[in-house]
Structure formats: structure tokens, C-alpha cells
T-cell receptor, first 109, second 113 residues
């Protein structure tokens, strides 16, 4: 079973920041937090990952709480193309990804 | 790089027939994963390989499913005989030790009638 909890769905207005929360209260010290997304009819796509520090790349920012029990993925300026299911996954090493149900993000014009 | 390549993209077959799905990982990657996605069960891991050796096949549903990786650039997932409940999208992914991202292929949509 997935070790994360995410809201099933969220809406976001186009151009606004999308903040997607994830709870991972049982995360262990060597586990990273990963975010993937799956746009309709496509394979999952890697977004970002982090251990304990906040991370930013060209796609998104990842904010991890100090106790590492939760995190937030931030899409700074959501577009219609960001409509997808977003998966938060905790994982160590090169172990396989365990996908939960994710959050279905709908970006609305 | 062309990314992970899967073929065919769509497969429609009749119950009882053999189905073979193919995957070409990204060149140089040493991990290969097979996932299956259905509405009911979501995305689930079937099997994964490291350096062409199967590491964990506990997700393979039953003996009708088999996977091979004869070399670093090719893997197959075979279902024999196929059943309607095998209808799903099958994804292949690859990754490189020390690089944490997995790269997914476009998937094969299998329909068993």
C-alpha cells in the first residue's frame, strides 16, 4: 500500500499557483519524497524529489516540513496543460514506485 | 534520446490468445520496470529487472504472465492465455542506478475480448 495520503481532487484557476498537499507521517530517514504526474492517456512523468530540504526545478517547487511528515508540491503558474493526476510517493534507493490514487488537479480557464 | 519505447501502442485480442508486449529502455539504463494500470487497481508494479536479472516478480498476477529481459535494450511481457480481466494499460519504465527518476514509456493499451 502507498505510504502517502493525498486529497482526491483539487481545482486551480489558470495562472494561479497550485498547491498540492501530501501527508507521509510514517516516512523513514532514508526515504525521499517524489512527485510524478500523469496526464490523460500518457505515462507518468517525473516532476521533482527531495529528502528534507526544499527543492525547485523548472517545473515545480517542493516544500517539505521540518519533521518530514508532510510536503507540498507547488506549480507556480498553473496552465491548462498542468491538468493531470499528481502522485506523491515516498521511496528509498532505486526501489519501485508505489502509486496511490493521487490528486486529480483540474486547471480551470 | 528517444525515451522508453513500447510496442504495440494498442493491442486487441481474443480471450485465450497469446499476447506479447515489448519495451526498449533508455540506452544505458540498468533498471527496467513493468507496471499495469486499471481503473479499479490503479498503477501497480508487476516486475522489475536490474542488469537484465529479475529482482522482484511478486506483482505478477499469475502464471499466465511472464517477463524476460534477454539483453539491456529489450524486454517482453507475455500473457498466455489472455483473459478479459487482463485488459489494461501496461507501462514500461527505466532508470539508472544513482539517478532517481524513472522514465515511463507511452504504454500499451491491451483489450482482451
Amino acid at each position: 500500500d502507498a505510504k502517502t495520503t493525498q486529497p482526491p481532487s483539487m481545482d486551480c484557476a489558470e495562472g494561479r499557483a497550485a498547491n498540492l498537499p501530501c501527508n507521509h507521517s510514517t516516512i523513514s530517514g532514508n526515504e525521499y519524497v517524489y512527485w510524478y504526474r500523469q496526464i490523460h492517456s500518457q505515462g507518468p512523468q517525473y516532476i521533482i524529489h527531495g529528502l528534507k530540504n526544499n527543492e525547485t526545478n523548472e517545473m515545480a517547487s517542493l516544500i517539505i516540513t521540518e519533521d518530514r511528515k508532510s510536503s507540498t508540491l507547488i506549480l507556480p503558474h498553473a496552465t491548462l496543460r498542468d491538468t493531470a493526476v499528481y502522485y506523491c510517493i515516498v521511496r528509498s534507493g532505486n526501489t519501485p514506485l508505489v502509486f496511490g490514487k493521487g490528486t486529480r488537479l483540474s486547471v480551470i480557464a | 534520446d528517444a525515451g522508453v519505447i513500447q510496442s504495440p501502442r494498442h493491442e486487441v485480442t481474443e480471450m485465450g490468445q497469446e499476447v506479447t508486449l515489448r519495451c526498449k529502455p533508455i540506452s544505458g539504463h540498468d533498471y527496467l520496470f513493468w507496471y499495469r494500470q486499471t481503473m479499479m487497481r490503479g498503477l501497480e508494479l508487476l516486475i522489475y529487472f536490474n542488469n537484465n536479472v529479475p529482482i522482484d516478480d511478486s506483482g505478477m498476477p499469475e502464471d499466465r504472465f511472464s517477463a524476460k529481459m534477454p539483453n539491456a535494450s529489450f524486454s517482453t511481457l507475455k500473457i498466455q492465455p489472455s483473459e478479459p480481466r487482463d485488459s489494461a494499460v501496461y507501462f514500461c519504465a527505466s532508470s539508472l542506478l544513482g539517478v532517481r527518476e524513472q522514465y515511463f514509456g507511452p504504454g500499451t493499451r491491451l483489450t482482451v475480448t
